[in-house]
């Protein structure tokens, strides 16, 4: 991804904030080298034990955040910059999915609860690859999908989203609540870091929709379902990110392009991948994204048809490159995504009561214009040699 000039001017003066600095958390957990030992192989268990001996509580978010970051980056020691984003995909799962199996043991908000772990984990695998010149981009997307795997698998039959039944939804809930926290850790650490947030958000969305994926193959739910819930958390997450630091509308508008084109490309490639249907796929993440846009802007103050538009380009760049790298039909994966987008602008707009017909055009108009962007320049056709003739007749001699 192109840097951003306008977003590198924004945060010019904090990147020296944490640069070469420790990692991010004020508040640490004690953990044993035994049960760092546990959590590199995957012992949920542990997690439980040290956050419960550290006594974190599971109803404050932002103690959550801290203790899976620190937690994280206690299990991360030892990684070297090849083998970083492997490892932290699986920590990232271990850590955030016991978290979340606490909460749902205890009776706690589970989606508050995978939604601070997964950003406290974010920030973290940043931090940590940062620390051993890792790419950050690649550990963001790493994280983003371990904790999102993770909290999918720990969730189990809790009623997530409050409705009285524990179904499906619930676990897509999940799915936009990790997805969310990820994002937002993502772009966060970014600006601490002073590196570019746009390009986090763009690969902390592609890990959680792969996740997303991977999840509904496997248990056999609705993979449009499961994209649109990663689709709309990672947009809410990055938009949310936008406003705890305080960004301006611009640099609002382009966090949430880049996760809508994340979440995009990487739903396209894994259906194809796995077997899923692309379209659907495409789709639906254009749908979750406008949606999740359009609602995070109106719930902030901010001009709703502008993040529809945003969300709506982000959407047709990431279908037309996610289409060209799984060697799909681009025409119809374009299709979907601009039918997506319309239905995100209406579901947004009965969310928020804004008026239907306006965000629908400007979605449209969006998706139209990533496309455009992105879709190859024709190369110009080469004329086949051909030797000169003499267009007159020979003169008799």
């Known amino acids: 991804m192109k840097t951003q000039p306008l977003l590198l001017r924004l945060?010019?003066?904090?990147?020296?904030?944490?640069?070469?600095?420790?990692?991010?958390?004020?508040?640490?957990?004690?953990?044993?080298?035994?049960?760092?030992?546990?959590?590199?192989?995957?012992?949920?268990?542990?997690?439980?034990?040290?956050?419960?001996?550290?006594?974190?509580?599971?109803?404050?978010?932002q103690a959550v955040r801290q203790a899976v970051g620190s937690l994280v980056e206690s299990a991360s020691a030892g990684v070297d910059a090849a083998g970083a984003a492997q490892a932290l995909e699986a920590i990232s799962s271990t850590v955030v999915g016991g978290a979340v199996e606490a909460a749902t043991e205890t009776g706690g908000d589970v989606g508050s609860v995978a939604e601070a772990a997964s950003a406290g984990a974010t920030e973290s695998s940043v931090a940590v690859a940062l620390s051993v010149g890792a790419d950050p981009g690649e550990a963001a997307e790493a994280a983003s999908r371990g904790g999102t795997r993770g909290a999918s698998d720990s969730a189990g039959s809790a009623d997530v989203n409050g409705d009285g039944t524990a179904d499906s939804r619930d676990r897509d809930e999940v799915v936009s609540r990790t997805s969310r926290g990820a994002s937002e850790g993502a772009v966060e650490v970014s600006v601490r870091m002073g590196i570019d947030p746009s390009a986090m958000a763009e690969r902390s969305a592609a890990g959680s929709s792969r996740a997303a994926v991977e999840g509904a193959v496997a248990t056999g739910g609705s993979v449009g379902d499961a994209v649109r819930a990663s689709a709309r958390g990672s947009v809410q997450g990055a938009s949310r990110g936008a406003t705890t630091l305080g960004l301006e509308s611009a640099s609002r508008d382009q966090?949430?392009?880049?996760?809508?084109?994340?979440?995009?490309?990487?739903?396209?490639?894994?259906?194809?991948?796995?077997?899923?249907?692309?379209?659907?796929?495409?789709?639906?993440?254009?749908?979750?994204?406008?949606?999740?846009a359009v609602e995070e802007a109106a719930a902030a103050g901010q001009d709703s048809q502008a993040a529809a538009t945003a969300a709506g380009a982000g959407a047709g760049a990431g279908t037309i490159r996610g289409a060209e790298a799984a060697g799909l039909p681009v025409g119809e994966m374009a299709q979907a995504a601009e039918q997506g987008a319309v239905e995100g602008a209406e579901e947004g707009a009965a969310a928020t009561g804004e008026d239907a017909a306006s965000l629908a055009e400007a979605a449209e108009e969006g998706v139209l214009e990533g496309e455009a962007e992105s879709e190859p320049e024709p190369q110009p056709s080469e004329s086949p040699d051909v030797e000169d003739t003499d267009d007159d007749p020979d003169s008799p001699s």
Do not use: C, W, Y
């Open 11 to 61: 945060f010019a003066g904090l990147t020296m904030f944490l640069a070469g600095a420790a990692l991010l958390h004020a508040q640490t957990v004690e953990v044993s080298p035994s049960e760092i030992s546990a959590i590199q192989g995957g012992d949920r268990a542990a997690v439980k034990e040290v956050l419960r001996r550290n006594g974190v509580d599971l109803n404050d978010p």
């Open 255 to 292: 966090l949430i392009r880049s996760a809508s084109t994340g979440s995009s490309e990487s739903a396209i490639m894994s259906a194809a991948e796995l077997g899923a249907d692309p379209l659907e796929a495409s789709r639906a993440s254009s749908s979750g994204a406008v949606s999740g």
